[in-house]
């Protein structure tokens, strides 16, 4: 089993940058592809981005490829998403998602799930 933890999340202006913090306990998180999720009011639960154990990442947000950045460090069981020129329509419950194996867009594929951190953008 495996606990994720996210914090960092807050109220900013558009254009500034936040950057979440997701900890994991309770398995070898060398070893877990992370990823992030975010939901807006009303709206879905969308991907953002992944990044594997070994480095591999991957985002099909077009929005956020040239903004947000995974990174992670294995050594504190922790991944961080920078999140940079933050807008608006960035506003959602961003939460750090983690599961066995490769790369998935798919949220129904990542077996473990924190409880979320509010990111408000404001114009």
């Known amino acids: 089993q495996v606990q994720l933890v996210e914090s960092g999340g807050g109220l900013v202006q558009a254009g500034e940058s936040l950057t979440l913090s997701c900890v994991a306990s309770?398995?070898?998180?060398?070893?877990?592809?992370v990823a992030w999720f975010r939901q807006a009011p009303g709206e879905e639960r969308e991907f953002v981005v992944a990044?594997?154990?070994?480095?591999?990442?991957?985002t099909n947000v077009d929005s956020v490829r040239d903004r947000f950045t995974l990174s992670r460090d294995n050594a504190k069981s922790a991944a961080y998403l920078q999140m940079n020129s933050l807008q608006p329509e960035d506003t959602a419950i961003y939460y750090c998602?983690?599961?066995?194996?490769?790369?998935?867009?798919?949220?129904?594929?990542?077996?473990?799930w924190g409880q979320g951190t509010q990111v408000t953008v404001s114009s």
């Open positions: 998602a983690a599961k066995q194996g490769g790369l998935s867009y798919t949220a129904a594929r990542y077996e473990y």
């Open positions: 990044l594997t154990g070994t480095g591999a990442s991957a």
């Open positions: 309770g398995r070898t998180f060398s070893t877990l592809t």
